[in-house]
């Protein structure tokens, strides 16, 4: 009984979907995303992933499962093949099946599933069917971190943070002080300022006193002599 094996058709013949997904995959990895309809992405996704657990192994059946399930493009650059009997190396074109081996499983070492993701996007002109991006996490994510590891960076960040207010209002307390001590100062200058004026003044009356004195006995004299 086929109980629980249902597929998704997507409205197509047997060969036509085959033909249809197998595109798809292969386009998925060679850019790393495709646009697509929300009902063939999440067909997609489920052989995307299915493909990269066997790119992981690594082993020759794992290389033929996945080349019958991707057609033979090149991704147009080149690889340096070392595999010639003379020890000689050579440029060879990459193609998505060695793409899939060499870059997509080594991206993918970190993660045991979730390879891929389903982005939702505007419904397409004409037919308004639901479009979305699918595409291959770790190609546009940072590697996922190791579980367990406790990164303590950002709690001495904070530490700082929290330390540099307080520096701040004790900085910004010490000019107040200064200002304080200014102000005390000049008063005092100018009271220094001021005591030589008053001297000044005594001793101009000084002088006025004796010029009057000397002009009385000039007088007095005048007056004897006549």
Do not use: C, W
């Not at 499962?65 to 991704?75: A, K, Q």
């Not at 870059?103 to 993660?111: F, I, L, S």
């Not at 929290?162 to 000049?186: L, M």
Request: hydrophobic share 35%.
């Amino acid at each position: 009984m086929r109980h629980r094996n249902r597929l998704a058709k997507l409205a197509r013949p047997a060969d036509q979907r085959k033909a249809i997904i197998r595109s798809l995959l292969t386009k998925l990895f060679l850019h790393d995303e495709i646009v697509t309809t929300k009902q063939r992405a999440r067909v997609v996704r489920s052989e995307a992933d299915k493909i990269i657990t066997l790119a992981k192994r690594g082993d020759l059946a794992a290389i033929r499962l996945v080349s019958g399930r991707i057609y033979r493009e090149t991704t147009g650059n080149t690889i340096e093949d070392t595999r010639r009997s003379d020890g000689k190396s050579r440029q060879i074109p990459e193609t998505v099946l060695r793409r899939i081996f060499r870059t997509v499983a080594e991206r993918a070492k970190a993660r045991t599933s979730g390879y891929t993701r389903i982005l939702p996007m505007a419904p397409r002109r004409g037919d308004n069917a639901p479009m979305a991006l699918l595409q291959l996490v770790d190609a546009f994510d940072l590697p996922a971190s190791k579980p367990g590891v406790i990164k303590t960076a950002p709690i001495a960040s904070k530490a700082k943070a929290t330390e540099a207010p307080e520096e701040k209002k004790t900085s910004a307390k010490k000019p107040a002080k200064a200002k304080e001590a200014v102000k005390t100062e000049q008063p005092e200058a100018e009271a220094t300022e001021k005591k030589p004026a008053k001297k000044s003044t005594k001793k101009a009356e000084t002088s006025e006193a004796d010029a009057e004195t000397d002009a009385k006995a000039e007088a007095k004299s005048d007056a004897a002599e006549a």
